[in-house]
């Protein structure tokens, strides 16, 4: 928004941003005071400068004048004198002072994923010195619906009570239905639908952080919208308003650890791992790379041993498509990537499909678990026959958190989570579900 800067509204803004400098500078998260959200790109791009210009330009003149003493001068004056060690940026996003933001300056809004309906691999292509902001959307999951939507008859994206907790209105429902199915084959009712949204959110934000850091050092940073909510809504937010955490959290947590081990086809159908550090000393590693089938075979199998450079994104190996697969059709397959490090003590996995998820041939998998008592809850061993996409637990509308969900589990292997509740064990085995993503079509 425009504010009439002038006068005492001036001061009262200068008084307000010293009583928040002063409250919220010993935070060790603060990075960076913006004066604004989205203001600069409103005046220059969104047509706000030529609205008033076409009023009366002494409007734009004096509206201008009021912008930059807002911005340009009270606030940063007020961040200079009250949180001198930190930095100060006019608006979010921002590039120059006569201009809106672009993909070659300082920070970038980027929504033609998701807004622009463009498709998420778009992510891949797109650039930025530092995406500021980004996101995609998702239903909370069930058991949250639940709470707000008990009744069977409006488990539906577009009944009146789901509609009245969508702050983006029927567009945006359409948005993910549309998305999902664009990349995803139908789920078979509203809970799988729910549970398949979140496989879409995780992994479009996973696509878009992990093509940022891939283009290091000429994008710097990824900051994705949104954390949290502040009430039960289908949003871009990546934990929903009970706390409960979204498969996006989960992805982000991984795409976000200080090494990633990120495989990429390139148009020239080359398969390519990259390994990008934020680490400031470089370390060496052992890379091994395999093309398996989702039923456990192995197509190829590869092994480097690699020096990892500090700071830096690096292509630490390629081989041609064709070569990795030995004309095996690419929906039967997937690529798993790790890498060890520091004497194997640290270890850092991905899996990579060639194919969009509703054309990747998922087996019904066969998930067996056991349980073990450990301190606050429980130790969860599933073991699984063939690939299991995206595993989701959940035991009901129960206090509980999860070391971890929405994971893959290799065909044959086996994945080792904590979930802490206070249900006791015969309750716990009860209520357990455990699902894939070849379960909901």
Not at 243 to 250: C, I, T, V
Not at 275 to 289: A, E, F, P
Request: with cysteine; proline share 5%.
């Amino acid at each position: 928004s425009l504010y009439p800067a002038e006068g005492e509204l001036l001061e009262n803004i200068r008084q307000e941003a010293i009583d928040n400098v002063k409250r919220l500078r010993n935070h060790a998260c603060i990075a960076l005071w913006c004066g604004n959200n989205e203001c600069n790109d409103a005046w220059f791009n969104w047509g706000w400068q030529k609205r008033y210009k076409a009023q009366n330009p002494e409007y734009e003149k004096k509206i201008w004048k009021q912008f930059t003493d807002q911005y340009y001068v009270t606030l940063p004056e007020v961040v200079k004198e009250y949180a001198p060690e930190s930095f100060y940026w006019p608006s979010s996003p921002f590039a120059r002072e006569d201009g809106g933001s672009d993909d070659h300056n300082g920070d970038r809004h980027y929504w033609d994923v998701w807004h622009g309906k463009k498709p998420i691999e778009t992510y891949n292509k797109e650039r930025s010195r530092f995406f500021s902001e980004y996101g995609f959307q998702s239903f909370p999951e069930f058991e949250s619906v639940k709470r707000y939507a008990p009744c069977e008859e409006d488990w539906d994206i577009y009944s009146e009570v789901m509609m009245s907790h969508q702050r983006g209105g029927m567009h945006a429902n359409q948005l993910i239905e549309t998305y999902l199915l664009n990349e995803y084959r139908k789920p078979k009712n509203f809970e799988a639908f729910l549970y398949m949204n979140h496989v879409l959110q995780g992994d479009a934000i996973k696509t878009a952080i992990e093509a940022h850091r891939r283009d290091m050092p000429y994008c710097m940073g990824t900051l994705f919208w949104q954390h949290n909510d502040c009430w039960p809504v289908a949003s871009w937010a990546s934990r929903d308003y009970y706390g409960r955490w979204k498969a996006q959290h989960y992805f982000a947590r991984k795409a976000y650890r200080d090494i990633l081990v990120s495989p990429i086809t390139d148009e020239d159908e080359v398969l390519n791992i990259q390994v990008v550090s934020d680490r400031l000393k470089s370390c060496n590693g052992t890379l091994q790379v395999e093309v398996m089938k989702l039923t456990g075979e192995k197509v190829n199998s590869y092994k480097r041993n690699i020096k990892i450079d500090a700071n830096s994104s690096q292509t630490v190996f390629s081989v041609p498509l064709g070569e990795a697969l030995k004309n095996t059709p690419k929906e039967d397959v997937f690529v798993h990537a790790v890498l060890l490090t520091d004497k194997g003590k640290n270890s850092y996995a991905n899996n990579y499909f060639l194919v969009k998820q509703k054309e990747v041939n998922y087996p019904k998998a066969a998930i067996t678990s056991s349980i073990e008592p450990i301190e606050g809850g429980f130790e969860l061993t599933l073991n699984s026959d063939n690939f299991a996409r995206a595993v989701f637990i959940t035991i009901g509308d129960v206090d509980s958190s999860f070391s971890d969900n929405y994971f893959d589990i290799l065909p044959g292997g086996s994945v080792k989570v904590n979930v802490y509740t206070d249900l006791p064990q015969p309750a716990f085995k009860k209520q357990l579900k455990v699902i894939s993503l070849s379960d909901e079509y």
